[in-house]
């Protein structure tokens, strides 16, 4: 829930902010009970240090850390206004609580308000929000419309054609908490409005936004023509009366109003009215001197007439506003990006930013940056360092600027540094650490030290052959390798891409991508597909500092996929060497799943497979055989398991069907995962414990089954 003050009671002071937000355990002398509420509903954790299984604790980068950045600092005094929200008097008193073995002081109290704590007996968290920054994503938010889910079975009919009902859809899938629906019950107001709001279009002659019915374009067209616009009128109305052309086009809605398509004079008054002229980028230059023209030019009876200074009709809006002086000083960009800084992103604010140094060149370059740097990287300070995220607020802006042949250099502004080291906030001491942990763990496996030292050879420039396959089945430790390289080059500072054909498949890679995404490659392949990345962006510089690709579960690629990646790096890297001379390690098992060729034969498919490549001939495969997941036990599943996967299992390799041992084969498998009883296990061990399906209506069936084991009452959820 977020409360406006009245302008009269907006918290300016930090004494306000003390009066209504507390961050500190009460003194249980002199207010007892509202020592017990706020010692009862107002403590986080214990956790960090203190307990490192809390729900709250998250691994980020190599660190466990509390994702609500608990416990805090002490501070004597409250701070206001940093990015947006305060920083609470937390003292270093002599105050503790013991919650679960561990005494607590201030750095773990919730912010609360003391009226509120005291009065409902409950945990409410109370905050300052004290720009306009943050507030303006909460407004944003809540008119992107609820959440949905759609789920629908439908009887087979082997037509494959779905009914999409979309009013039924609506009420399928709308779903409300218990507040919301006690609000709708009681019909009360959902929103509110004081003001009405007048939109005054902003449009070069002719170029206004039209409706059209789809078969009546040319109906709809000559119709939009005739009707005339917001705009237009309002230069038909200062042609035919004098007592408007006093005022400027956002100033009209007071004075007159809108109806059956002409300005006509209000018989009341407009205090009720907020006139909006809508924003302009400044890349359309012509129309953004148009709107700035129309900011500043009283009674303009034309297009013709704006561009009318002393007698001279210019030929452009932007020579016209020169020539009122409306675009000698820097003034106009400060007020440009302070109107934005009011409802646009930090990714459109930063590209705004973008174009105004490349469009005009503002003498106060790096002055106007240091004034909205908090607005331009204020969404990267969400997860971020206050450096981090100003380094990553540069390169989006950088890379803008190098589309245009410009650094952030030529216009004095901060220089931003470059690689995933940087970008991702990597701990080179930890890396490093880890990347010799690793290795020593390798000691035990000479295959995947072997692999590890390979590769490391030619990321060091020791050996000329820099593309390689890692192969091995499942469990034989690819993944492991994968790790251990990428540790020790950003260990030293260097860069590593990883990435996989599926979202899924990344994740177990650190800083994983898709191959799509990783290289700008489009979903639809073809033989001549490339990269959308361009030369001089923050994408191409990314790949040109990159030490080593890890490319995990090769092969579910497609060959096309390889040969665009290939294709596209050498063009990038304007190098003809397989993959633009970067050392490259591709990995995965061929006896799993083949690239999908839809309706393929399997002669098709064979040809699609990576291995039908021109490029995979470079590729020198780097064996893992030792299964290291597997125990003593299933070592002779895992044989067969390969044997099958090879084509040298007899019953398998003339038929479509594989036989099962009867070991292997159990009359109940929910009891054979779960046991006799599954309500002795804990809810950890359940977790960890998963039975998978190849169908979804095998799936309900287990489900059911687990279900009528548990205990407890049966409870039903309705949406």
């Known amino acids: ?128 929000c004290s720009s306009i920054q943050s507030i303006k994503y909460i407004f944003k938010y809540i008119y992107k419309g609820h959440d949905a889910a759609i789920v629908q079975m439908n009887e087979a009919t082997g037509s494959g054609t779905y009914h999409w009902d979309e009013v039924k859809i609506y009420l399928d899938t709308r779903y409300i908490a218990a507040p919301e629906a006690m609000w709708r019950l009681k019909k009360y107001e959902m929103s509110g409005r004081s003001h009405s709001v007048e939109r005054l279009p902003v449009h070069l002659p002719l170029e206004q936004m039209v409706y059209f019915e789809e078969g009546a374009e040319r109906r709809d067209l000559e119709a939009a023509a005739k009707k005339g616009t917001k705009l237009t009128r309002w230069f038909q109305l200062n042609a035919n009366d004098v007592n408007a052309r006093k005022y400027l086009y956002c100033d009209i809605p007071y004075h007159y109003v809108w109806r059956s398509n002409h300005w006509q004079p209000r018989k009341l008054g407009g205090d009720k009215v907020v006139a909006r002229m809508y924003f302009v980028n400044l890349k359309d230059m012509e129309k953004y001197c148009l709107r700035l023209l129309l900011l500043h030019v009283r009674g303009a009876t034309s297009y013709e007439d704006l561009r009318t200074v002393n007698g001279k009709l210019h030929d452009t809006y932007q020579e016209a506003a020169k020539a009122i002086n409306l675009l000698d000083d820097d003034e106009e960009w400060d007020k440009a990006m302070d109107e934005a800084e009011l409802f646009r992103m930090p990714r459109e604010l930063r590209l705004l930013f973008a174009t105004i140094l490349i469009q005009v060149h503002p003498s106060t370059s790096s002055e106007l940056y240091l004034k909205y740097k908090t607005s331009l990287m204020e969404d990267y300070l969400q997860n971020h360092s206050e450096y981090m995220a100003e380094q990553q607020a540069l390169r989006d802006i950088q890379e803008h600027l190098m589309q245009f042949g410009k650094s952030c250099k030529d216009y004095g502004l901060p220089v931003p540094k470059d690689g995933y080291h940087i970008l991702e906030e990597v701990d080179a001491v930890h890396e490093q650490q880890e990347a010799d942990r690793l290795v020593t763990m390798m000691n035990d496996n000479a295959e995947q030290l072997l692999a590890y030292k390979t590769i490391m050879d030619s990321v060091n420039g020791i050996s000329e052959n820099k593309c390689f396959y890692l192969s091995g089945a499942g469990g034989c430790g690819k993944t492991f390798v994968y790790k251990a390289l990428t540790s020790t080059i950003l260990g030293n500072g260097g860069t590593v891409k990883s990435v996989a054909p599926t979202g899924l498949a990344a994740t177990l890679l650190k800083g994983g991508k898709t191959v799509h995404s990783g290289f700008g490659i489009p979903i639809n392949l073809d033989e001549t597909t490339t990269s959308r990345f361009k ?111 090879g084509g040298v299992d007899a019953a398998a390799k003339h038929c479509d069907f594989v036989q099962l041992s009867s070991d292997i084969i159990t009359d109940d498998i929910v009891k054979s995962v779960y046991g006799e009883n599954i309500n002795t296990l804990s809810s950890d061990r359940l977790a960890s414990m998963a039975i998978l399906c190849p169908k979804n209506a095998d799936t309900l069936l287990i489900n059911e089954k687990v279900l009528a084991m548990l205990n407890g009452e049966q409870k039903s959820y309705y949406r």
Request: include cysteine.
């Open 535 to 645: 030369q001089g962006t923050n994408s191409w510089r990314e790949l040109k500092n990159t030490k080593l690709i890890i490319w995990d579960e090769i092969s579910m690629c497609h060959a096309h996929l390889l040969n665009a990646v290939d294709r596209s790096l050498r063009f990038l890297m304007n190098c003809d060497d397989p993959f633009g001379g970067i050392v490259i390690v591709v990995g995965g098992d061929f006896r799993q799943q083949a690239p999908v060729v839809p309706h393929g034969t399997r002669v098709q498919i064979v040809e699609a497979c990576v291995k039908s490549s021109p490029v995979w001939k470079h590729f020198k495969e780097l064996k893992l055989l030792q299964n290291m997941r597997l125990n003593q036990g299933n070592a002779v599943f895992g044989e067969w398991l390969l044997s099958v996967g």
């Open 1 to 128: 829930m977020l409360v406006i003050l009245d302008d009269e009671d907006k918290f300016r002071e930090a004494a306000d902010v003390d009066n209504a937000v507390s961050a500190e355990i009460p003194d249980p002398v002199a207010d007892p009970v509202l020592f017990q509420i706020i010692t009862s509903c107002m403590m986080h954790g214990p956790c960090g240090e203190l307990k490192k299984d809390a729900p709250c604790m998250e691994e980020n980068k190599g660190h466990i850390s509390c994702i609500k950045k608990f416990p805090k600092e002490f501070c004597d005094e409250t701070n206001i206004n940093v990015n947006g929200y305060p920083i609470y008097r937390r003292r270093n008193l002599d105050r503790t609580v013991e919650i679960k073995g561990v005494k607590l002081d201030n750095r773990w109290v919730v912010p609360y308000n003391p009226y509120m704590s005291r009065k409902y007996n409950a945990h409410i968290n109370v905050e300052i």
